[in-house]
């Protein structure tokens, strides 16, 4: 049994119809982690929702555990973990009384389920009497992590858990994620950190509504049907200019520290490239082959 | 070379909390300066002082030549502010929005109507013009969002985390429109939590527990910290935090 | 069980932490006895009048004197003529002018009519209303005493108020009116608020997602606040009983009955609006607006509803406030038992089981 299966959903918001979720399939099996990834706006909210049984599809359908989201709601309601976009916890509750509740609420107690939190709580442990609201934004999604976990369930939605979050405590968050995976949670996680995507098992890559591909992240990278090249010069901005202009190149935007550069025609090489590069009176550059990252790949979809 | 921004030991205390611990910098005229560190580390706090919205527990400050103690109001003039949570009023449409925004910075209606023009037109929104911003997408609204905290011409601009949640490539987009406004002489004082766009900027700041502890280009850091990439030198800093706000 | 007991418990602590809000809650309905009880009072003492006495005979002296010697006017002088009358009110000292006629001895004997004047300041309507009472009954009584055999032209007694209220005490009817008010406040308003809250939160999609029941979720927001009101309906009662000297005349079981009752009707306003609003401010302005103003306006307490126009006075009955404010002035001040009331209680019983038919109905167990 697929811990999710989606099949053709469709969502569609308001008197203007605007396609929120287009025809959307994917699955996630169990024990696997599935990431889907897409900038604010690419429907993942809407896909979580009707995953969750808080909204209706207008099209296709979906099961979560081989139950309906529709027709058995309530079950589903009882299975899942699901951890909103938006830091959803009660401020004015410490830490404590916080996992209590939600604890209660899922029908279970803290003790019961303690070895599945454990690492994460003994790192919250300190802050027990703390409300909630006066937490850091790493504290606190580690927290919502816990309320969300605390009925053992076996399939958990994490909407856009690390968005805001600092790198190492987003590093810290997977970490975790991968020790709940070894525990036979199937995870279904969005985000719109493209490094992220690394993490995940399997991939599925979302903008305005539909689903763009569905993949292995080394997959994905293997598939990417252009070469690219690391190019660098002391003045990147002027690189980026006149690189674009250039009728070899196909694309070139910055890459952190490098910009990455697509060319026209797969037969160019390194040093046809420092060649070209050579006429545009740039100061120290240079240029080698990389390998493509998922944010190439998502770039060229974009296209 | 000029300076926009200099700050001497600047700190800021809540009761026994110092939430910035003398923090010293300086921020040259037409420069990208990143300013990262982990969530409270105390950034926040700094650009509330260094934006005149708070007055610092001590240590000197200067924006765009003026003292932050006393000449706030001045200050408030030169400089642009954007931030990822509020940037434009959803409700109003794009136009509403440049007129209020140059309305409140005291340009004249013959100037907003010119400049609204030529921003429409160089962003491409001439036909979402009388739309409401509530139905753009998020990259153009942030994009929006930057041109209308620079329509004043301001010496300096603030972007408190510009680019959560947008798309790779409308985020390439975005850093461009940074670019030419800073070949163009703008100063931009930037925080972020994507350390690729560490790397564009021309230097950095990395901040730990309410201080300084590494300042700047992204290569020399690298360097300092024997690292592949800024990912590594922000773990290794931020690793050592014991303050988790 | 035990996840509706810990629901509640944390609706506890949420009331309790939020402390201006909890202060609020408490302070309010001992403010509003305080204010009401001294400062507001319709009960009107020591009014300054004058008096244009054109008789001057022995009969205008002995009436003036008795209206001297009532506690509520004191003559600050007499006057010679017309014209010196509206000088006085627009000196502003003056609340009253009585003008006697002349010949007021010689005509009263005779048994003729006699046309005396009182001029008011109505700029305050209701004290001018109260004042002009007030002197009805003095020369009424002063008619009885002096003429007996005369006919009484000029009496006008309001039945009510001499039957219930003998020393026209403004107390027994603000004390039900500030009850309902009160209520009105903590449970349509803190109720419908308070579960906005976990929609503008998020909170709720978490609790919606869970499988504890979503109508559970309504209830144990609900019920703390039924808790708090029978908290501030006792301490209204302690405050009449103990400073404002107002008995409780009939039985304090059906006091507390009806007041649940009450209690629980203005819940299920509180729940249907928090279940059509998604933010706290629209949640508070329709309780306010929508809800706590008819209240003041409709039930009687502020403005008496017979003066109303019809088609007001129809309004009015769908008024929930108004038929407890009718109750609480029947049990607590007439002492009359619930045979007395049954009705308005049927009716409050019904508009609970509609309205609460209606919020049952309309809440949705998703998001949109």
């Known amino acids: ?303 | 070379m000029e300076q926009v921004i200099t700050a001497h030991k600047l700190s800021k205390k809540f009761g026994d909390f110092i939430a910035t611990n003398e923090i010293t910098f300086s921020v040259n005229k037409g420069e990208i300066f990143g300013f990262l560190g982990a969530n409270g580390a105390g950034k926040t706090t700094a650009m509330r002082m260094l934006c005149g919205l708070s007055i610092p527990s001590s240590g000197e400050a200067t924006i765009a030549g003026f003292d932050i103690y006393k000449q706030t109001e001045e200050i408030k003039k030169s400089i642009g502010y954007m931030s990822q949570r509020f940037s434009l009023y959803e409700d109003l449409t794009v136009r509403e929005n440049i007129r209020f925004f140059g309305g409140i910075y005291g340009l004249s209606i013959p100037q907003i109507k010119l400049k609204t023009e030529e921003l429409l037109g160089s962003l491409g929104l001439e036909k979402e013009a009388n739309k409401l911003v509530s139905g753009l997408p998020l990259g153009w609204r942030q994009k929006l969002s930057f041109s209308v905290a620079i329509l004043h011409n301001p010496k300096l601009v603030f972007l408190d985390e510009p680019t959560g949640g947008v798309d790779p490539l409308t985020r390439r987009q975005f850093w461009n429109m940074i670019y030419e406004a800073a070949a163009k002489g703008l100063t931009v004082f930037v925080t972020t939590h994507y350390m690729d766009e560490a790397e564009y900027c021309d230097r950095i700041s990395m901040m730990v527990d309410g201080k300084i502890e590494a300042m700047g280009t992204p290569a020399a850091l690298k360097q300092q910290f024997d690292a592949p990439n800024m990912d590594h030198v922000f773990y290794q800093l931020a690793r050592g935090a014991k303050r988790k706000e | 069980m035990k996840q509706f007991m810990s629901f509640v418990t944390k609706e506890f602590y949420h009331v309790l932490r939020d402390r201006k809000t909890l202060f609020i809650l408490f302070g309010m309905p001992v403010v509003q006895i305080l204010i009401f009880g001294f400062a507001l009072t319709t009960e009107v003492k020591n009014s300054k009048i004058v008096v244009l006495n054109m008789a001057h005979d022995q009969s205008s002296r002995l009436l003036i004197d008795q209206i001297e010697a009532s506690a509520y006017f004191e003559t600050s002088r007499e006057l010679n003529s017309f014209s010196q009358v509206e000088e006085e009110f627009k000196r502003g000292e003056i609340r009253l002018a009585l003008v006697i006629p002349a010949n007021f001895e010689q005509n009263m004997r005779r048994g003729e009519q006699v046309k005396l004047q009182l001029i008011n300041d109505a700029s305050d309507p209701n004290t001018a209303t109260t004042l002009g009472n007030y002197m009805g009954f003095i020369l009424a009584d002063f008619q009885r005493m002096h003429f007996p055999t005369a006919p009484l032209p000029m009496q006008i007694v309001s039945e009510i108020k001499m039957l219930y209220n003998p020393q026209l005490k403004g107390a027994p009817n603000f004390v039900p009116g500030v009850m309902a008010m009160v209520l009105m406040l903590i449970c349509v308003m803190m109720t419908s608020v308070a579960i906005v809250r976990e929609k503008e939160t998020g909170t709720m999609e978490i609790l919606l997602v869970s499988p504890f029941k979503p109508i559970l979720v309504i209830f144990s927001k609900a019920f703390p606040y039924l808790l708090l009101s029978l908290v501030n309906v006792s301490s209204i009662l302690l405050l009449s009983v103990f400073v404002l000297n107002l008995p409780i005349n009939g039985s304090l079981f059906l006091l507390y009955a009806m007041s649940t009752l009450f209690i629980i009707t203005c819940l299920s306003i509180g729940i249907l609006i928090s279940v059509r609003t998604n933010s706290q401010q629209v949640a508070m302005l329709i309780s306010l607006m929508g809800m706590l103003l008819p209240a003041l306006l409709f039930s009687g307490f502020m403005f008496p509803i017979e003066n109303m126009p019809i088609p007001l006075q129809v309004i009015s009955n769908i008024v929930p406030a108004k038929w407890y404010y009718i109750i609480v002035k029947a049990v607590m001040i007439k002492g009359l038992g619930f045979m007395s009331i049954w009705k308005e209680a049927a009716i409050l019983l019904l508009m609970t089981f509609v309205l609460l038919g209606i919020s049952l109905k309309k809440f949705k167990i998703r998001l949109a």
């Open chain 1, 1 to 303: 049994m697929k811990a999710v299966e989606v099949n053709a959903l469709r969502k569609v918001y308001g008197k203007e119809k605007t396609l929120a979720v287009d025809e959307v399939s994917f699955e996630v099996n169990e024990g696997e982690i599935f990431g889907l990834i897409g900038p604010d706006g690419a429907g993942k909210t809407s896909i979580f929702r009707m995953l969750t049984t808080l909204l209706l599809p207008d099209g296709g359908n979906a099961k979560v555990c081989g139950l309906d989201v529709v027709k058995e709601y309530k079950k589903i309601r009882t299975m899942v973990g699901y951890m909103p976009g938006k830091f959803s916890l009660y401020p004015d509750l410490t830490v404590e009384e916080n996992l209590h509740f939600f604890a209660t609420v899922f029908g279970t107690s803290v003790q019961e389920n303690y070895h599945l939190i454990e690492a994460i709580y003994v790192q919250l442990a300190p802050f027990k009497d703390r409300r909630a609201g006066k937490l850091s934004g790493g504290m606190k999604q580690k927290l919502a992590l816990c309320c969300a976990l605390i009925h053992q369930p076996k399939v958990l939605f994490l909407d856009e858990p690390t968005t805001g979050v600092d790198p190492v405590s987003r590093k810290e968050f997977w970490e975790m994620l991968k020790k709940l995976k070894q525990e036979g949670i199937s995870i279904l996680v969005s985000t719109p950190y493209m490094d992220e995507a690394a993490m995940c098992d399997r991939i599925g890559l979302i903008q305005g509504g539909k689903l763009l591909s569905v993949d292995l992240p080394s997959q994905l990278i293997q598939k990417f049907p252009h070469n690219v090249f690391a190019v660098k010069a002391d003045n990147m901005y002027q690189l980026i200019q006149s690189l674009q202009a250039n009728a070899l190149v196909k694309d070139v935007y910055a890459f952190g520290e490098y910009a990455h550069l697509i060319p026209n025609n797969s037969a160019l090489t390194t040093s046809d490239l420092l060649h070209e590069m050579d006429k545009l009176n740039l100061q120290n550059s240079s240029a080698s082959p990389t390998q493509a990252t998922i944010e190439d790949c998502f770039i060229q979809l974009l296209h």
